[in-house]
């Protein structure tokens, strides 16, 4: 299943997801989807007309970060 389906699923944009939200997303992903997952997760860092980065958006990469480095490492 492609990354956006899930996401459509959650009805927000995917600057607007929060922590929890992302991870259940990626959880449910192939490997192909999350390497496009990841792109999405770091351009949505920053917000669409400032270019600021913002805390949910650097959260949310954290968080994905994390889970993916967890995966590696065989935690989960």
């Known amino acids: 299943m492609?990354?956006?389906?899930?996401?459509?699923e959650?009805?927000?944009p995917?600057?607007?997801l929060?922590?929890?939200?992302v991870l259940a997303i990626a959880q449910q992903l192939?490997?192909?989807?999350?390497?496009r997952f990841e792109?999405?997760?770091k351009a949505a860092t920053?917000?669409?007309?400032?270019?600021?980065?913002?805390?949910?958006g650097q959260a949310n990469l954290d968080a994905f970060l994390k889970m993916k480095l967890?995966?590696?490492q065989g935690k989960l």
């Open 46 to 56: 920053k917000t669409p007309r400032t270019q600021k980065v913002t805390k949910t």
């Open 39 to 41: 792109v999405k997760i």
């Open 30 to 35: 192939n490997s192909t989807e999350l390497e």
């Open 2 to 8: 492609k990354f956006e389906d899930i996401v459509a």
């Open 18 to 21: 929060n922590e929890e939200e």
């Open 70 to 72: 967890d995966a590696k």
């Open 14 to 16: 995917l600057h607007e």
């Open 10 to 12: 959650f009805g927000k």
